[in-house]
């Protein structure tokens, strides 16, 4: 079984897995279609832009059509995107759009609030304010005392969340961050407590919410939550009038999707290829909406699977998540650490 904890196949596979992209640097996008040749048309009450012009303004070498399916491609990153579908692939790892791709003419288009609050600080988290400013981490092991989370026969999920949190404080403090733990043993945390925990760290920080799930016999893999932006609501939801208000988290759109993107990536690869890719989601959940810093919730496995049961329950696996999730705090803190300008919001 712990074949596929064989953590880095090969340099091909280092290559095909995402952590965070780097492109050239090239003028920023504005809400001003106008000043900067961008296509906008509305669809349903929304904008759109097109995929020509995404291909223009990210300098993607190709763009290639085959019946619903689109490829924007270059020599760092292959983008993927279905006609009707809502799901992005860029180097293969899976992003949930909060608009479906669509055709008009003959042309497509990608929602505007995709394109400025997740593909652009994916392709460039250099241009993220302030972003790399943080040598914190708040680490925050969900659940816990009366609140066990999932369980299953071997263990809760409370425990589990514990014990990578342990695992990645050690890892981090080695490499010289200063680390806030939200609970070190097991006892119990309002989602508002959490938040207040987090909340008291003034310096620049990063919080990630650690988190094991839950569903039927056949639900399994990884996925990343971020908050969603205002305008669109919790994953899975109706959008109701309240999604139309910013949140204290929404501060840092940019930051979160791009924090989301390099752990999602890194734990990807560190897992290996048999892993399956929920995806790269925003959500309302308490945690992320008033944390002040870039946060992201992490799931790291389903304990109602049968197998993934028994991979969360081993050391192997706990440990690289552990381990992926440090390589992607290195590799986010690197790419946005040289800021150019603000990212579009």
Not at 141 to 163: Q, R
Not at 241 to 267: F, K, P
Not at 303 to 322: D, F, K, T, V, W
Request: glycine content about 8%; hydrophobic content about 40%; charged content about 20%.
């Amino acid at each position: 079984m712990l074949v596929r904890m064989t953590f880095v196949k090969s340099a091909m596979r280092v290559l095909l897995c995402l952590s965070l992209f780097f492109v050239p640097a090239i003028q920023g996008f504005s809400k001003e279609t106008k000043n900067n040749g961008w296509t906008v048309i509305k669809i349903d009450g929304k904008e759109y832009l097109s995929v020509e012009d995404i291909q223009r303004f990210y300098n993607f070498k190709s763009l290639t059509r085959d019946g619903n399916s689109v490829t924007l491609e270059n020599e760092k990153v292959k983008m993927n995107l279905t006609v009707g579908g809502n799901e992005c692939l860029m180097n293969k790892v899976k992003f949930v759009f909060s608009n479906p791709v669509v055709a008009s003419g003959s042309s497509i288009y990608v929602s505007r609030i995709d394109l400025a609050k997740l593909i652009d600080p994916v392709l460039r988290p250099n241009y993220i304010k302030n972003a790399g400013n943080f040598r914190t981490v708040i680490i925050d092991a969900g659940h816990g005392g009366k609140d066990a989370g999932a369980t299953n026969p071997l263990g809760s999920e409370s425990k589990y969340n514990l014990i990578v949190a342990k695992k990645l404080k050690t890892l981090l403090e080695a490499k010289g961050f200063k680390v806030v733990m939200v609970r070190e043993t097991d006892i119990f945390h309002t989602l508002q407590e959490r938040v207040k925990i987090a909340n008291k760290i003034d310096e620049g920080a990063i919080f990630i919410s650690l988190h094991f799930n839950s569903g039927g016999p056949a639900a399994r893999g990884i996925e990343t939550f971020t908050l969603s932006p205002p305008g669109v609501s919790h994953y899975g939801s109706d959008f109701k009038a309240t999604d139309a208000q910013a949140r204290t988290g929404n501060e840092h759109d940019s930051a979160n999707i791009a924090l989301a993107t390099a752990i999602h990536g890194s734990v990807l690869r560190r897992l290996g290829e048999n892993t399956f890719d929920r995806g790269i989601k925003r959500a309302r959940f308490n945690v992320l909406s008033g944390v002040k810093h870039p946060a992201v919730l992490f799931e790291g496995g389903f304990m109602s699977h049968p197998s993934e049961a028994r991979l969360i329950a081993n050391e192997a696996y706990q440990n690289a998540l552990a381990s992926g999730i440090l390589e992607a705090i290195n590799r986010y803190r690197f790419a946005v650490g040289t800021r150019k300008d603000a990212a579009p919001q």
